[in-house]
Every structure is written in C-alpha cells, then in structure tokens.
C-alpha cells in the first residue's frame, strides 16, 4: 500500500470575481510536499490571482485555502511564517542596497541582527551579487532584480516558495541562473508552486503540471504523463496567409488517414501515428489557391500536450510573454 505523500498546499472550491468577471472558478488541487508544481496558462487566465490567494494577498468569495496544514480560509495570514513570496514585480525598495533590503525583510520575519546580516552575505553570495551588496536596487538590471527579489522570498528558510513568473522579462543568461537556482531550492526539498508562461520552462523545471484557462484548471498531471500522450505521434504545423478554414473537409478527403484542425483561420494542425508528407500537403493546398507561409514538422513535447488540451496556440502563449500580461 502507497504511503500517501504529505499535502503542503490544499486548496478547494476557489472563486473569485471582479465585477462582472469570472477570474477563477471552482478551483481546486494539491501541492505535496517537496513537489514543484507548475501552473500554466495564458494571460488573463487566473495565474495570479490563485497565488495572490494562497498567500493571503486577496481573499476568495468562496473556498478553502490550507498551507502545511494550517488553515487559512478565516486567518489568511496564519501560514506567513512558512511561505515566500517572489511576485511578478519587486516590491523591495529602490533607495535601499542589496544588503539593506535583504536585512530589512529578514528582520520583518524575526531573524536577529547576526543572524540576517549571516544570511544576507551568504545569499548575495549564492545569487552572484556580493559585488552589487552596497549597490542601490533602483541601479540593479533587471536580471539582477529577479535574483535579489528572490533572495529576499527564501531569507527566512520558508518551507513553501511561490514564484510569480520568475524569469518573465529578463534576458536569456540571466534566465538560465535563475532556473538553476529554482532547480537547485527544489532539490534541497523546498516546495515552490511556479506559475509561467514559458511552456517549455515548466516542462523542464516541474513535477507536475496544473492547466489554467479562463479561471478554470482543465487538466493536471505529471509532466511524463502528460508527455506519454503524444510519444510516437508525428505533427505538422502549417501556417497560411489567408482564410483557409473552408479547405478543410478538402484535405480529410485527400489525406483522410492524418488528424486535421485549425487552430485558428490561419493555422492548420495536422496529427497521424504514420509519417506526413509535408511537401504533398502543401502542394495540394497551393492548387487549391491556398497561399502557405510556413510548415515545419514539431517534436511532441508538452507545448503539443497543452495546445491539444486547451486549444490555445502556443504562439499566442509567446505574444502573452512579450506584453507581459497575465
């Protein structure tokens, strides 16, 4: 019999509205304990507004909310003491040193003096940013923001971390440090709930993976389950430069054995356990005055999982990315 694993976050029967909108639904799920967990989904999805939740930021019109067992649905500052927060956008203050402001939220959790200037030191240190120490943050590259903001999320030890799209808006190096340093809190057996865009971000870093559309969790599973659904599966995506939506029923009549949608007017997805021959396809859609701007055959990865799931092209996802929605 399988020993049940420990739930550090548990959540019920979330809802929240803002006037007439609907940002979450019913949401419901559990985090374990040591899990990095991923919650994924497009801008206006409710990313956001979940982790503003659980970490006492907001209040929900209904549901439960408990975090490493402590409930927090009438107290939603009760479990502070066990979580870190890195939100989307730093709130450390701009006139104060790196050193200054990770002293300074380290005292707002109880540590004493040596103890915070310890371990100021040593995670200026970890995060590359000793030489920065006496430096103003107003002064920090973005990249070295993130770094520093998280620094001050994990000063005090927390058991939980929430990171609110960590690596959004900073460039490809600095990225790269922070998923290794987010690898790094996960195996030394902190439990981090990850919200992103980056579909590939998650498919790298995350145990599991929770699927948010329109305030609504449409699937949640393990990354290689999720992924076992498209192992041995050949896709092809083709791209046209006008309204094609009409040429359907014509290409299930000429290559009737392959899976044809489109994921928008302009975007044809094509799905077959047999090998597609691509150079066919697109000649067909050419005599039938089709104009094709791009095809290319795609790896199954979980991009692929989470366009077949929600019905969301990733393209859509990476435009998110750039405008820095949520």
């Not at 599991?208 to 449409?218: K, L």
Request: proline letters at 3%.
């Amino acid at each position: 019999m399988k020993i049940p694993e420990p739930v550090a976050i548990n959540a019920r029967g979330l809802h929240k509205h803002f006037d007439n909108v609907h940002a979450l639904s019913e949401i419901g799920f559990d985090v374990f304990k040591g899990e990095l967990f991923g919650f994924l989904g497009p801008n206006g999805a409710g990313k956001t507004t979940t982790i503003n939740i659980l970490t006492g930021l907001a209040r929900p019109d209904s549901g439960r909310v408990s975090i490493g067992g402590i409930d927090c649905s009438t107290n939603h500052r009760a479990a502070q003491h066990l979580i870190g927060v890195v939100p989307d956008e730093s709130n450390l203050y701009p006139e104060l040193s790196g050193f200054e402001n990770l002293t300074f939220c380290a005292s707002l959790y109880g540590l004493k003096k040596k103890e915070r200037e310890s371990r100021a030191h040593e995670l200026l240190t970890e995060f590359g940013l000793l030489e920065a120490a006496e430096r103003k943050f107003a002064g920090y590259s973005k990249g070295m923001k993130r770094k520093l903001t998280i620094a001050a999320g994990i000063i005090h030890h927390p058991d939980i971390l929430f990171l609110d799209e960590p690596t959004t808006g900073i460039d490809v190096a600095s990225a790269r440090q922070l998923r290794n340093l987010i690898s790094e809190l996960h195996s030394s057996g902190t439990t981090i709930f990850l919200t992103t865009h980056y579909i590939e971000e998650a498919e790298r870093l995350c145990d599991r993976i929770a699927f948010i559309v329109s305030g609504q969790i449409v699937k949640i599973d393990r990354v290689e389950n999720l992924l076992q659904t498209v192992q041995g599966k050949h896709i092809v995506h083709i791209s046209i430069g006008s309204d094609g939506a009409d040429i359907e029923e014509k290409l299930i009549s000429a290559f009737g054995s392959h899976r044809f949608s489109f994921i928008d007017k302009a975007n044809i997805h094509i799905e077959s356990e047999e090998s597609i021959p691509v150079g066919s396809i697109v000649r067909f859609l050419e005599e039938q005055g089709v104009e094709v701007t791009e095809a290319k055959k795609i790896k199954p990865s979980l991009e692929e999982v989470f366009v077949r799931i929600t019905g969301i092209e990733a393209d859509a996802m990476r435009k998110d990315r750039a405008g820095g929605g949520k």
